[in-house]
Nanobody, 123 residues
Framework: QVQLAQSGGGLVQAGGSLQLSCRVS????????MNWYRQAPGKRHEKVCG???????TYIDAVKGRFIISADYDAKSTYLQMNSLEPEDTGVYYCVVGVDVKNGGGVDEYDEWGQGTQVTVSS
């Protein structure tokens, strides 16, 4: 069973910074990608950024130049540094990790979600 433990988040004024952390544990074969999603009030989940096992990163336009994702695959951890925060960044942030796990004689690939952490940016 794979588990994600998120930490960080909280309340900050516009222009401030926060860092989120996520640590993966459990019985898994491989981590394929580490990602951060968010859900703003009344909106659907959206993928904010991600980093693959070979270091390739992607960001949505709304956070480019302000957010930085990093990952330590050996330590099974990912971090999201959020700078110049805006009220529009408010929401629940989820760590989502693509993993391979053993299933009998085969391998299952799926996305494991963290518990989410609230980020609130006041104007």
């Amino acid at each position: 069973q794979v588990q994600l433990a998120q930490s960080g988040g909280g309340l900050v004024q516009a222009g401030g910074s926060l860092q989120l952390s996520c640590r993966v544990s459990g019985n898994l074969l491989r981590i394929n990608s580490m990602n951060w999603y968010r859900q703003a009030p009344g909106k659907r989940h959206e993928k904010v950024c991600g980093v693959t096992s070979d270091g390739a990163t992607t960001y949505i336009d709304a956070v480019k130049g302000r957010f930085i994702i990093s990952a330590d695959y050996d330590a099974k951890s990912t971090y999201l540094q959020m700078n110049s925060l805006e009220p529009e960044d408010t929401g629940v942030y989820y760590c989502v990790v693509g993993v391979d796990v053993k299933n009998g004689g085969g391998v299952d690939e799926y996305d494991e979600w963290g518990q989410g952490t609230q980020v609130t940016v006041s104007s």
